[in-house]
């Protein structure tokens, strides 16, 4: 039966599958279009119209979705990225990485971005938090879109035969399949939810509040305040607490050799949790510096109590840049 579905409304079922992938929704598509790819090679009447009408319906409900994402990235900014963050089952640390590889190579990650998961959650709203022209979103958008769309039709082609296989246990099982797909996804779900939310709660002890710093700054010595927001975040939303130095968890070392094991520092990001901030604060710690925490709220909690902000010229310096007092003896 499942089969005769996917021969029949093939075309439509990708539309609608691909489409709400695309919005966010926890919707697998790569699935649903591998097997209208099997669907086509067990039914050669499929090749033709109904074959490029799948590859379009795919094409223009990727683009429909991610053009959604985009217009919130273009209208909110960071806010959209924020939300992505906080919704994604990801670590916020595997997100950043995904911000830094969108700043390396630019809008063009868009034509692979569907292959490398969590690549494209990202991408797509910051190519408008970045002012990205439509146009060129697009063309590169629909160039992926459709290259995953064949490499799927084209997987689920070549293994037609196993997947007929599957096809025909799953028909002698009957409603019992469907149970455990969706259990199975049920269970993936949860295993990687439960793992982002131990490492929340094995990261949330170390921090500082607001307050807290802010009487720190009017004390001697003076906190060394470390902004480890991507390079891409800290265009999207170019301000700073005054201040802050820029630093990169991956070049550690440098902060290492340049301070004293006794330097306290105070470190922020603006992702939920301050995920990326605690990490660096653990580092810092795992390093000898026994006094690094992370700021509660990041960024936007020192902006919504109104302290001043600094504003980032467009030659601020680069990611694990650090300019501060050296090491003393």
Request: with cysteine; aromatic share 8%; net charge positive.
């Amino acid at each position: 039966m499942l089969r005769d579905l996917i021969a029949q409304y093939g075309p439509l079922l990708v539309f609608v599958n691909v489409l709400a992938s695309a919005l966010g929704l926890p919707v697998p598509a790569l699935p649903t279009v591998v097997l209208f790819g099997a669907m086509v090679a067990l039914h050669p009447a499929l090749i033709g119209a109904p074959l490029a009408a799948a590859i379009g319906l795919s094409v223009v409900a990727a683009l429909i979705g991610d053009s959604v994402w985009y217009t919130a990235g273009r209208r909110y900014g960071g806010t959209t990225l924020r939300t992505i963050c906080r919704l994604s089952l990801s670590r916020d640390s595997c997100v950043k990485k995904t911000e830094r590889f969108f700043g390396r190579y630019g809008v063009r990650v868009l034509a692979v971005a569907r292959f490398i998961p969590g690549l494209s959650l990202v991408s797509v709203p910051m190519a408008g938090a970045l002012g990205t022209r439509y146009r060129t979103f697009a063309g590169y958008d629909a160039l992926g879109a459709a290259l995953w769309t064949v490499c799927c039709l084209l997987a689920g082609f070549v293994f037609h035969q196993q997947i007929d296989w599957l096809f025909a246990g799953a028909s002698q099982l009957g409603r019992a399949v469907l149970v455990v797909i969706v259990a199975l996804l049920a269970a993936y779900a949860a295993v990687r939810w439960m793992r982002r939310r131990a490492l929340i709660r094995q990261l949330s002890s170390a921090r500082i509040g607001v307050d807290e710093l802010d009487a720190l700054l009017n004390a001697e010595p003076l906190p060394v305040i470390l902004d480890v927001r991507s390079a891409e975040l800290r265009k999207v939303d170019p301000f700073s607490i005054p201040g802050a130095e820029f630093a990169d968890e991956r070049h550690i070392s440098d902060i290492v050799a340049r301070y004293p094991v006794t330097q306290k520092f105070v470190i922020y990001c603006s992702c939920p949790n301050e995920v990326s901030a605690a990490l660096m604060a653990k580092r810092l710690q795992n390093a000898g510096f026994i006094d690094a925490l992370a700021l509660r709220g990041g960024l936007d909690a020192w902006r919504d109590t109104g302290r001043t902000l600094a504003s980032l010229a467009s030659d601020a310096p680069p990611a694990g840049a650090i300019v501060g007092t050296p090491k003393t003896a």
